[in-house]
């Protein structure tokens, strides 16, 4: 398997070459969010996706809301 990369220095000035995207990340937003959406839909299909219940999300919430009042500095 081969890296596609460009000559050039990397962001960190490290010298070494930097790679283009490929796959997923050189497609544009919309079309990743499409392909993304059928993967969901076939996940739901099949019975693979989890979906959660209201007390499930309640919980989640509680521990999501309960991290951030005791993260007082800086953002997430």
């Known amino acids: 398997m081969s890296l596609q990369e460009t000559s050039g220095q990397g962001k960190d000035g490290s010298g070494a070459p930097r790679r283009s995207p490929r796959g997923f990340a050189a497609m544009d937003p ?39 009042d005791t993260n007082t500095g800086g953002s997430r």
């Open 30 to 68: 919309q079309r990743q969010r499409e392909i993304a959406s059928l993967g969901g839909r076939a996940a739901h299909q099949s019975g693979h996706a989890h979906e959660f219940t209201s007390e499930e999300a309640r919980v989640a919430g509680r521990k999501r809301h309960a991290r951030s």
